[in-house]
């Protein structure tokens, strides 16, 4: 009888006028996620922007004990959902570059396996947002944890930094008088996190209040100004952090949006002359003096220390261009004989993603991460439309590749973030049939997606244990 019932159920379905249907897809039936699932996937994202602030557990983070609980959930109660998000694309590319960095590293001897180990747990945090992540209402709820954790971020930033940034006096001109005055403003402050990684975590929460502000329900008036008011305090927020690296990721990623969305669209040039406003009138003028970059040494003697580590990287590149020299050695004896190693008697990153996996593990190193980036722009589908939540999902996606060019960390919770929505929102939402198209009318259609479609791919073939 069973046997019957599955077979009644895989014929094909057909409309009143006898026209043949696609068979529904039996994703589905288990795409709708938990309470309990939604509220660990808000944890995540509210927990990050303050991880470096809360209190440790046996040397612990607490956005690491969130992970964990995330994965022991999702395997106990969810292994072949788990499962089937570990199959995506973007995490066998994964595999790959794990898999190849980890001969580079045995080969060159002194492998510095807990680097290796890292990257894995970031993967496999990845894996777990995006066995959470099954559905709309869910990426949403993981969005406004992103924006609650960016504004408090931005609020405590706000209330014990802006008052000393906006004295900055602007009369030298010097980058590295208002680098210097810079690091006094924020000597007092109580946060603990790298103010690149803050203005990082602002600008994230600023364009998703943005997105769903400008494009949210026009029935909610009111939420849709509460958005906007978030979004301006994390611009500020980012702004007065004085990172270049975060003013640069906020706007390549606003840019992107406004491309998706459509440069001429009264709203985007509302947005502009209102971002444009903001900037003007609650900037300190101090912020943009820093605004510069150079390779030139100042009459003190003072050098940008990214444009050091940018040269010492061309100047050693016929080195490790083939091979590399391995992260063990990179932080060990190779990068103690080379200008890497800085004042203090560390060797310090190259503050580039694609500079640090080529330096140590060569060009094929760099291929191997650059397959993972790859499936992971292939993961948004290519008409994005007027859709709020893929708008957001975007442009927190343009900035994570932004910060892997002013970072050399790739093991960061950040990127596994980000990878896992990517690999949800491929894997679950915007194929189960609810991507808004643009077409010639105002109203936007949408496009279905069927299991028809996906048969092709082994992780379409569900079990009926869901």
Known sequence: MRELANRKIARPLRSAEGMKMPRPNRR???SQA???EKVLLFLTFAVMPMQANLPKLRGFGFAFIIFGLVLAHQLFFRPRVFWLCARH???????IFVGFIGVVELIHGNADVYGIVRIIFMLVGGIGVASLCRDRHTLYTGLIGYVVGAVVLSSILLMESYGNIRSISVTTGSFHDISSARGEAFSQSSLEENLNNIAFYASQGAIIALVLSLLGDSRTAGRRFFFAVIGLICIVSTFVTMSRTGIMIFLVAAVAIAYSYGLLRARTVAAAILLGLV???AVPSSVFTRLTYTTEKSAGGYEDSRAHIYTAALKHLPEYALTG???GHFYGDWGHGTEFENMWGNVSGTHNCFAQVMICWGVGGLLTFSLIIWNAYRS???RRGQDPLLLCLLGISVSAAVFLMFTHEI????????LGLLAAADLWIWRAGILPMSSGSSTPRVRQFTETRLSFRPDARLGRSF
């Not at 694309?89 to 595999?95: F, L, P």
């Not at 093991?411 to 980000?418: C, D, P, R």
Request: proline share 3%; charged share 15%; no cysteine.
């Open 28 to 30: 589905l039936a288990i």
């Open 34 to 36: 938990s309470l309990i």
């Open 89 to 95: 694309r973007i995490y066998i590319a994964g595999y």
């Open 279 to 281: 900037m003007l009138a």
């Open 325 to 327: 020299v391995g992260m």
């Open 380 to 382: 948004l589908p290519r």
């Open 411 to 418: 093991e960061l919770k950040q990127f596994s973030a980000v």
